[in-house]
């Protein structure tokens, strides 16, 4: 692994830069075009920087650095890294789509790199596991969240959707229903169906609506104004009673 | 309409409470005492921000440092809470952690214990409760000289607990920037 850190730094002093193609699977978006020589330059101060905040364990700030040296250089070597940066921290998914953004946009790189990148990528894949999310409509598109974020419901019924290993909450809106929530925690390589049951949202009458939402409204704010100014007075206070408080100093 | 309401909570909490300080929950797994050891050996944990270290003597002379916890016939866990201001936002964290025969390291021969360290990537967020558990091993004598880092994406914060990683897919933590 060494060898090959070394051979893809060497790659990237070496080799003429070229622009990464835009797919679907795209993790990083490298440049339009040929990048310029300052974008190169630059490209290569990063992914120095990336390769000793990975030597010392910095994962975040490698992570940030190998992804502006591909969207600045587009070289393959920053890409490789940025991927096994996710595997490093255990983001099996997304290092399994941007060994195949490698795999696919630099077919022809560096043969070690991409034999590397094709094992890589199978052991990172038998990590993701898979929910699979059943009744949902066939015709109505919904709102997928995973874990807050937004999924795109791409018509595929049921609909998957890969994680990593650990605890998830799939939440789906759907016009006129209670939203479905799910928690649950998935091992690596899991594939689990979830059977969504889609409860019809109790009709009411518009005045009623209105009064509802001026009497919540109001108690929301309200609470919000007594929170914040006790926010506001006393911020965070410490869980225990073993208090280091750096602010003090 | 929801979202008017949403808005007016938004901007409400916004005018009247920006919080101004955030606390790093901190737990500890300290080692069982050895078993041939006769007289009591204490867990001494000191907390810094790297922002404020001079030099290796000042790094972690402060008085309101609690007292070390004494090691039991079992593992066990120590919980500390580390509070910091908006100062201390861009700074590591920096813990050590030394084995004394006193309670606060004043005892003969506690000068000469190692520091076992351990530096926390930038875990403090406005208004934002975080945790980070910090597992010390098997108690030793020959402690190593390396800092060990704690990366950011490690620190449990915004997000269910028990997930792999609390950054995104840029790498940002998930409680912000």
């Known amino acids: 692994m060494v060898r090959l850190m070394f051979r893809v730094a060497l790659a990237l002093t070496t080799l003429s830069p070229w622009a990464a193609s835009v797919h679907a699977q795209t993790v990083v978006e490298g440049p339009e075009g040929d990048p310029s020589m300052d974008d190169v330059a630059e490209a290569r101060e990063r992914f120095t920087v990336g390769q000793e905040a990975a030597g010392e364990g910095r994962w975040s700030d490698a992570l940030r650095a190998f992804r502006r040296s591909y969207e600045l250089s587009g070289i393959a070597a920053a890409l490789y890294n940025t991927a096994t940066t996710y595997r490093s921290i255990g983001r099996y998914r997304l290092a399994r789509d941007t060994f195949v953004q490698l795999l696919r946009d630099h077919a022809d790189g560096d043969s070690a790199m991409l034999e590397s990148a094709r094992s890589l990528r199978d052991e990172v894949a038998a990590r993701v596991a898979v929910l699979s999310l059943h009744g949902l409509p066939e015709s109505e598109p919904v709102s997928v969240r995973l874990d807050d974020r937004s999924r795109d419901d791409t018509g595929d019924r049921p609909l998957s959707l890969d994680v990593d290993e650990g605890e998830h909450t799939v ?50 704010v309200a609470g919000g104004v007594i929170t914040a100014l006790l926010l506001r007075d006393t911020g965070l206070s410490p869980e225990t009673n073993r208090v280091f408080d750096l602010g003090d100093r | 309409m929801k979202r008017v309401w949403w808005l007016a909570l938004v901007a409400t909490l916004f005018v009247f409470g920006c919080t101004d300080n955030a606390v790093l929950e901190l737990t500890v797994e300290v080692p069982a005492a050895p078993a041939d050891r006769t007289e009591p050996l204490f867990a001494f944990l000191e907390v810094n921000d790297s922002a404020t270290v001079v030099d290796a003597e000042t790094e972690f002379r402060f008085p309101d440092t609690p007292d070390g916890v004494q090691l039991g016939a079992e593992v066990g866990d120590v919980a500390y809470s580390v509070v910091a201001s908006p100062a201390q936002y861009e700074s590591d964290v920096l813990v050590s952690v030394r084995y004394c025969v006193d309670r606060r390291c004043n005892g003969f021969g506690d000068e000469f214990t190692d520091r076992i360290r351990f530096r926390i990537e930038r875990p403090f967020f406005d208004g934002v409760r975080t945790r980070i558990r910090l597992e010390l091993g098997e108690f030793t004598d020959e402690v190593s000289d390396e800092e060990t880092p704690i990366d950011q994406c490690s620190v449990e914060g915004c997000g269910d607990p028990g997930l792999a990683s609390y950054c995104d897919a840029t790498g940002t933590h998930l409680c912000g920037p």
Do not use: H
């Open chain 1, 171 to 220: 939440t789906v809106d759907r016009e006129g229903y209670l939203p479905f929530e799910w928690q649950g925690a998935v091992a690596g390589g899991d594939e689990r169906r979830i059977d969504a049951d889609f409860v019809e949202r109790p009709r009411q009458r518009n005045v009623g609506r209105i009064i509802l939402f001026v009497s919540i409204g109001v108690a929301v």
